[in-house]
């Protein structure tokens, strides 16, 4: 099937034979096939989003009966949910501090899919909202590709959809595959693939304005969009820009700047594409800090954000995030007849994530929310007393002087702090008097440059056999390292480490940077570590499916080759030997092994099953014991291995749909690394716990039916219950990083086997009611129920040194150990939309021309008691045994939220 | 249509960038450090003090505020959350639950303290300021959000108060004097066990705080006139080692029980840089030619002078001093002649040392003498070459002065046949260039009866005088090859 008006695929048009109750969908070739149908004369009708319905008649007299091409118009005045402001995109920005909480991008799985598969559509609309996972699997299982160019990050395998934030427009086109079922582009993760064709020949021709208005991290958005589609002369151009903003989103102290820009241009010459296409995203913003259950009672509201202070009257936010990684990609289609397509794809991306946060040298915590600073420091700590708690409490009440950040005070300590220091960058008599900042604010910087390079064949054999194969090579340096970002008035900060040991002193050891001591440093420095990980990774997949009567069925693998090293740029005092130049080189040979069949019972019913045998690479992070300033990777860094299965029944009629699948996942051989500041006597410093031999199951099953019970209203109903959980004690060692000693620290075992994997709720349901109008608009409600979402555990705390002297059994026992599931949620979400022509109001503005309305309110009922994530901290007290002396921290759920969007298109 | 197409995307490109902008930078709040809030002060830190020794811990009732500048804080560590404040009548310390309070107290901020509901006591019979007591009775820190009920800064900064007293004050520890800052001056030295060898505090593994003594030159070596300096383990200059000099001592006076103590801020509270009781102002080191230039005809006294050089003289056969009291002494190009009071063992090579304090520089028989020093005034301090110098006799002659008292090399020189004791020890020596008298002393008996070699050779001598003869003197027979 191909759009009439650009001749390129459609794909996603679903087809029915009415007669004998079969349908079908077209694949983003825009291809379909009907199996077991018999002979006669039938019509054939032609739905989906989007397009003008259409029925013809054909024929069916031959094994294989060729219907040619079908050309299908589109329906503008069609307004499908999955085209229109979906919120579950604004939900994936990380609003998390990630370095010093140790917890990772919790951002919301990518799965906005234009297919009729209702689970999927369910996963993402309804339950993405939540931090819900499917199956469990962590963000870096999906592969993502954006006109031909993989865009996982290469180190961890994670999306950051901020890229193509606000660019909603031009990213609408995609393909999706879900768990282990078949792409056309690529070989796909666990969750399966996305495929973005972004390209100025996707795009359709229009010229689009939209305003959105929401109450979520921006309040306010505006895009426009021009694209020409492709024209009679083979060219075609497209440019999106937008502007999200709110200077206080939903949580206090959150404040929202960014701008997105998009150009592409594409030429089709005879059998070839060419296509160019930049964008990028620049955006800022202030985000929220996680906080413990006393915390959030103490200030009364579940949305107390500890990041935030009152400076000169406004709100400023400490944890700002600055983030600017624009692609620009060179992309080729060659087609040389309608059984092969060859496409190749070259992009650069660079550019800089920031995080910033406050840091300080030797000066009073500056967090509102510092264990030192709340009541509970004085009930459950080595001092009681009644009254401070009560004093801390009462103070704590009284106002955001003391309850978020007192940027006053900070400065003001700088004023005061002046300071002569002697030998400034290791000059001898060079000393400098200046006001040494105590505080300053500082950014976490990842500085990016990435080579990727991509090429995919794909060759129709015959009828029932097509090949894929390609070759794709990325290169990648990232230069990591922390900036001074305001000196808060102070003249100067120091390069130098404060947590050097006691037995150690202040000498060289201190210094950060060996060949340049005592160096100040001023806005804009470089200070405290500084690293590039050059990172390369090639390899080659092939692919081969097989269609016929019965079967269907496929095999894929890809071998290839990680390599990645670390190249210290600060020679630091602590290892002066190790921390400087090049690290060893750590490569890893990967491969994926997949395969699946299905049955087709008839032509409504299928069986399937898929499986897939891979291995990965470890992260950079945790193959060294302490990245940040030394070269020494762990001991035996190795692969992870996978074993995945999944397999169920489907059943695709035009009344009924419905999906029952099991899945199993196990890993083993993992590997992770925690990293935070431990008091005990033992260390008093920054320790880095490297976790191996993790292992890891997923199993469970995926439940949907989606019944239409007029041509009006559908309903909808989904459920995916899971276990994700470890299934192997691993073994940790310790490196602290003021410990000068190279040989492998010792092992201890972490006790962690069967405890759940902190990956959102694992049991989900929904139920959902959608009403379609012939008057063009269309309402969902959907009841959303999730629970069994677990907090994640810190491994340091599952060790025998902490069980040692407490009785099994016990409450405390229970109260160290068990693992906190966090309270299940009830959720009713709103959506609804409608279009409107525009001819209506007058004859010039065309037959194109459209008014589009849509508004989504999720959590209706303004439930403001959801725990989104939780984790319990790494530091812990290792005195008294207490883990609510370090307590458990966690974000909270927006309440009632809404997104209102209005569109207009020429 | 392509009108409205322009104009829309205008309006809206115009919208955005107009749009609300959200604030990038930002200004510093103002510097509060001059502001002083002049808060009614109506007791004074005496009276404070006064109520710590009624018994246990008081509760302050009254609405009293007291006004101190901020004499120690915790920057080096070596006070432990706490600060400790001085007004004129006295001073204490004011305890908080919290680390680097110098951030907001620093040396020299003036603070009020308002003092209701907080307690005053001693801790064995130091005053402390706090917040409650626990249910053993101690007194519990402010804890570090509170502190700004109770303390309120005012401006920054102010001069330091400090009290110049002597070590008998100290050592009787008035109450008074706790808690103040004090300086005993220009006395003061560590003790000579610990003087440039200990640390001013043991690791923490080992102890929390460590007691290093300081004397001054009356205290005969009895602890009981010493003050103990304590230092705790986690001070950032612990691992220093104490120095050896004598000088002023500052620090904040404190007791335990009846033990008075001794807190120093930082090392610049030990200025110990001049010497130690009982030595002269350390001597100075100069070259033997700055030395014989210090004559000028008359007899010089020398004090606080000390030289070093290689010692030529070599009196195996007893040809320099009869009872190896004299030595000759080269450094670099110059050398002297040392008469000591007492017979020194040193030989040709050592490279010495010597104080000449209570000598004299005197000219003897024409030759440039230091005399009267005691032996045990040079030491040795390793071996060394002098450099022997070539020339001819006429030089020697010509330029004696720069050659007195140094080792000098002649080649092809004669000396008259005959033994050496010939002439009373006088015999010519000639290498062409001019004559010089080679002398042997009549202490060297076995050099006096040995036979002189023949024809031209080389000789190794030391050069000296005799009134206005210049003569030449070997060590021994080898010298002449």
Avoid at chain 1, 25 to 49: H, R
Avoid at chain 1, 351 to 361: H, L, M, R, V
Avoid at chain 2, 155 to 169: E, S
Wanted: charged content about 15%; aromatic content about 12%.
């Amino acid at each position: 099937m191909i759009k009439q008006s650009s001749k390129l695929p459609a794909s996603d048009i679903q087809l029915t034979i009415p007669k004998l109750k079969l349908a079908t969908t077209t694949d983003a070739e825009g291809k379909f096939n009907f199996s077991a149908v018999p002979y006669g004369s039938y019509q054939l009708v032609v739905t989906g989003y989007n397009i003008k319905n259409d029925t013809s008649n054909i024929t069916v007299n031959g094994g294989v009966t060729d219907l040619g091409q079908i050309a299908v118009t589109l329906n503008e005045a069609g307004i499908a949910p999955a085209n229109a402001e979906i919120p579950t995109i604004s939900m994936e920005e990380n609003n998390t501090s990630v370095e010093d909480e140790g917890v990772r991008s919790q951002s919301v799985s990518g799965l906005l899919a234009s297919g009729r598969d209702p689970f999927v559509n369910a996963v993402s609309f309804a339950l993405g909202t939540y931090h819900f996972h499917p199956r469990g699997y962590e963000d870096n299982e999906q592969e993502i590709q954006v006109n031909g160019i993989p865009v996982n990050d290469i180190e961890t395998g994670d999306v950051s959809w901020n890229q193509w934030g606000g660019l909603n427009d031009v990213f609408r086109s995609r393909v999706n595959t879900y768990g282990l079922q078949a792409s056309e582009y690529t070989l796909g993760g666990l969750m399966g693939s996305v495929y973005f064709d972004a390209t100025a020949a996707n795009q359709r021709k229009q010229t689009r304005v939209s305003y959105s208005l929401a109450n979520r991290n921006y309040r306010n958005r505006l895009m426009f969009t021009q694209s020409s589609g492709l024209m009679k002369s083979g060219w075609a151009y497209s440019v999106s820009v937008s502007k999200r903003w709110a200077k206080e989103g939903y949580i206090p102290g959150t404040f929202y700047d960014g701008y997105s820009y998009y150009g592409a241009v594409s030429k089709v010459y005879k059998k070839q594409e060419f296509n160019f296409t930049a964008f990028g995203a620049p955006t800022r913003r202030g985000k929220a800090s996680p906080a413990t259950q006393e915390t959030f009672d103490l200030a009364g509201s579940h949305y107390y954000n500890p990041a935030w202070g009152y400076q000169n009257g406004e709100k400023r936010n400490s944890r700002v995030n600055d983030y600017f990684q624009p692609v620009f990609i060179l992309s080729h289609e060659y087609k040389p007849s309608e059984k092969t397509r060859w496409n190749t794809s070259v992009a650069y991306q660079f550019g800089k994530n920031k995080n910033s946060s406050i840091d300080w040298y030797q000066a009073t915590d500056p967090r509102p929310d510092y264990y030192q600073k709340l009541p509970s420091y004085y009930e459950l700590g080595n001092i009681t007393n009644a009254q401070a708690a009560a004093g801390l409490k009462a103070q704590f009440q009284s106002g955001p002087e003391y309850s978020q950040v007192n940027w006053d005070r900070l400065y003001n300590s700088n004023y005061l702090n002046v300071q002569t220091i002697t030998n400034v960058n290791g000059v001898a008599g060079n000393d400098v008097t200046g006001k040494r900042s105590l505080y300053i604010l500082s950014d976490y910087v990842d500085d990016v440059k990435k080579w990727s390079f991509n090429t995919n064949l794909e060759h129709t054999l015959n009828q029932h056999i097509t090949l894929y194969g390609g070759i794709t090579f990325i290169a990648q340096n990232t230069e990591s390292y922390r900036q001074a970002a305001d000196l808060l008035g102070g003249d100067f900060y120091l390069n130098l480490n404060q947590f050097t040991s006691k037995g150690l002193g202040l000498g060289t050891y201190s210094q950060n940077n060996l060949d340049h001591p005592n160096q100040l440093i001023k806005k804009g420095d470089k200070y405290n570590y500084d690293y590039v990980s050059h990172y390369t990774k090639g390899l080659f997949w092939a692919q081969s499916t097989f269609a016929y009567n019965k079967f269907d069925f496929f095999l894929a693998g890809n071998i290839g080759l990680n390599s990645f090293y670390r190249e210290g740029l600060f020679r630091n005092g602590l290892f002066p030997n190790s921390s400087f130049g090049n690290s060893d080189k750590l490569n890893f040979l990967l491969y994926t092994a997949k395969g699946g069949v299905t049955y087709k019972i008839d032509g409504r019913n299928y069986l399937f099953v898929n499986g897939q045998v891979n291995t990965n690479a470890p992260e950079v992070d945790n193959s060294f014991v302490s990245i940040n300033i030394r070269n020494q990777a762990i001991d035996n860094p190795t692969t992870e291995k996978v074993q995945s299965i999944e397999g169920g029944y489907l059943m695709k009629s035009p009344r009924l749909n419905a999906r029952v699948v099991g899945y199993a996942t196990a890993t083993q051989d993992g590997v992770d690394r925690k990293r935070y500041y431990n008091s005990s006597s033992a260390f008093e410093t920054f320790i880095n716990v490297i976790v191996q031999n993790i292992s890891k199951q997923y199993i469970g099953t995926e439940l949907a039916l989606d019944y239409k019970l007029s041509s009006s209203i559908g309903l909808t109903a989904v459920a995916s219950i899971g276990q994700a959980y470890y299934t192997s004690n691993p073994s940790a060692t310790v490196y602290a990083d003021n410990d000068t000693a190279t040989n492998f620290g010792d092992k201890h075992t972490v006790y962690l086997k069967n405890a759940y994997l902190a990956s959102g709720p694992q049991s989900a349901y929904t139920l959902g009611v959608n009403y379609r109008s012939k008057n063009y608009w269309f309402a969902n409600v959907n009841f959303n129920y999730l629970d069994r979402s677990y907090v994640e555990l810190a491994p340091d705390r599952f060790t025998d040194e902490v069980a040692d002297l407490i009785k099994p059994g016990s409450p405390l026992w229970h109260q160290v150990f068990d693992q906190e599931k966090l309270p299940s949620v009830f959720t009713i979400d709103l959506f609804a939309g409608y279009s409107y022509k525009l001819s209506h109001l007058s004859k010039k503005l065309g037959n194109s021309s459209f008014l589009y309305f849509s508004v989504g309110i999720n959590n209706l009922l303004n439930n403001t008691n959801i725990k989104s994530f939780g984790f319990e901290q790494l530091r812990y007290d290792y005195t008294n045994n207490n883990p609510n002396f370090f307590g458990n921290k966690y974000m909270y759920g927006y309440g009632r939220n809404y997104f209102v969007n209005v569109s207009l298109k020429f | 249509m392509k009108k409205i197409q322009f104009a829309l995307a205008l309006a809206l490109l115009c919208a955005i960038s107009l749009s609300s902008c959200i604030k990038k930078n930002f200004d510093g709040p103002p510097d509060t450090s001059g502001n002083d809030p002049h808060l009614p002060v109506n007791m004074t830190i005496s009276q404070l003090t006064a109520m710590a020794f009624s018994g246990g811990y008081i509760k302050i009732q009254n609405d009293s505020t007291i006004m101190g500048i901020v004499v120690a804080d915790d920057r080096s560590g070596n006070f432990y959350k706490q600060f400790v404040i001085q007004d004129s009548t006295g001073g204490i310390a004011i305890l908080i639950n919290s680390y680097n309070l110098y951030g907001d107290y620093p040396v020299g901020r003036k603070v009020y303290i308002k003092l209701k509901g907080l307690y005053i006591g001693n801790y064995h019979g130091l005053p402390q300021l706090g917040y409650a007591l626990d249910n053993t009775g101690s007194l519990v820190n402010i804890p570090g959000n509170l502190a700004g009920n109770y303390v309120v800064k005012a401006n920054f900064p102010n001069p330091v108060p400090v009290r110049h007293i002597t070590l008998a004050q100290a050592l009787a520890a008035d109450r008074s004097m706790l808690n103040t800052l004090i300086t005993i001056d220009s006395v003061m030295e560590f003790n000579s066990a610990d003087a440039g060898l200990t640390k001013y505090a043991q690791p923490v593994s080992i102890a929390s705080a460590t007691d290093v003594y300081a004397e001054d030159c009356n205290s005969n070596g009895s602890q009981a006139n010493m003050i103990d300096v304590r230092t705790s383990g986690y001070a950032l200059f612990a691992n220093y080692t104490v120095p050896s000099g004598r000088g002023s001592l500052t620090g904040i006076l404190t007791v335990y029980n009846s033990t008075p103590q001794l807190i120093i801020r930082d090392t610049t509270d030990v200025q110990f840089t001049g010497p130690r009781c009982g030595n002269s102002p350390t001597a100075s080191g100069i070259s033997i030619d700055s030395l014989r230039k210090m004559y000028h005809g008359s007899d010089v006294s020398l004090n606080g002078v000390k030289i070093s050089g290689t010692v030529i003289s070599d009196n195996s056969s007893l040809n320099f001093s009869s009872n190896s009291k004299t030595i000759y002494l080269q450094d670099g190009d110059r050398g002297v002649s040392i008469f000591f009071s007492s017979a020194q063992s040193f030989v040709a090579g050592d490279s010495i040392s010597v104080t000449l304090s209570g000598g004299t520089l005197t000219s003897y028989n024409g030759v440039l003498e230091v005399k009267g020093i005691s032996a045990a005034k040079a030491v040795k301090v390793g071996d060394g070459h002098p450099n022997v110098r070539q020339v001819n006799i006429g030089e020697i002659n010509a330029h004696y002065s720069n050659y007195e008292s140094t080792l000098v090399k002649i080649v092809n020189a004669t000396i008259d046949p005959g033994t050496f004791g010939d002439n009373n020890g006088n015999k010519n020596v000639t290498d062409g260039s001019g004559n010089i008298t080679l002398f042997t002393a009549s202490a060297a008996t076995a050099l006096r009866a040995a036979a002189v070699p023949s024809g031209p050779r080389t000789i190794t001598a030391v050069v000296n005088a005799f009134g206005t003869t210049y003569q030449l003197q070997i060590r021994t027979l080898t010298d002449i090859q």
